[in-house]
């Protein structure tokens, strides 16, 4: 009997060592792929400064996330994250498609920059988009289609976010206007075709960001701020655009019809 009692001890033993085992190298797993191929598919700085996992709850916490700025935008940075919260299914990690439970993006602060015609996340869904069909492409080439790991993210949250329009790009000092961004739940990212590729889903959510930073909860609070400071934003891209062109012409010299009404920050 105390044979058996000894076995069944032991065989916990062994499934507890496991799991800690798993989870505790789960954190340097994310950071590793974040850092490395986060990179790759946005053709901008990406990072993040560490991943804690808790071994009771799964849970991962990534802290210091840190999405740059393509070339040619002024501002530091696209987008900061003080933390994220990541719940996996750890079952899931040897097999594929990687099922993650939960994303949830905690207070994100972003710059949205305007160069001409462009901007920096628009800039940033487009890089995206090149890396996913060059992917797809590679894939159909090499006759392995299926190929690679897959993701599911069952809930991707973000919340208590600020939009931040440095005038400073603009060439108008330090000036800055912010506006909260509206929450924004994805569910079932990838499940239609049981998983999709890391840069399809960023695509996905990106493109959903890019949607919640140009709407009008955005958009007409910024307008409201550039009209108390007096700033006509239409004049002020007019003249961007012409020293794009080569024209010597400075923004300040442009802005002599300052308190004008705002038509639009993104000019729809």
Known sequence: ???????????????????????????????????????????????????????????????????????????????????????????????????VDRIEVISPEINYEEKGAADNFRTILNNITKTSNTEKQSKQESKKEGAGKKIIIKDFVVKNGKVNLALSAYGL????????????????????????????????IVAALYGKITSPAVTDVLNKQLTSIGVNLDSLKEAEMKNLKGTTSSVEEKMKDVGKSVKGIFGK
């Open 173 to 204: 000092g330090e000036k800055q206007i912010s506006s909260p961004l509206p929450d924004m739940h994805l569910t079932n990212i990838g499940e239609k075709n049981k998983g999709t590729s890391p840069a399809e889903a960023f695509k996905e």
């Open 1 to 99: 009997m105390k044979k058996w009692i000894y076995i069944g001890i032991g065989a916990v033993v062994v499934v507890i060592a496991v799991i800690i085992f798993g989870l505790s190298n789960l954190g340097p797993i994310i950071k590793r792929a974040v850092n490395s191929y986060g990179p790759q598919i946005t053709k901008t700085e990406l990072h993040v400064a560490d991943v804690n996992v808790s071994l009771f709850s799964g849970e991962a916490k990534i802290k210091k996330f840190f999405l740059g700025n393509p070339a040619g935008f002024k501002t530091p940075s696209a987008m900061k994250v003080g933390s994220v919260l990541v719940k996996v299914n750890e079952k899931s990690l040897t097999g594929n498609p990687i099922i």
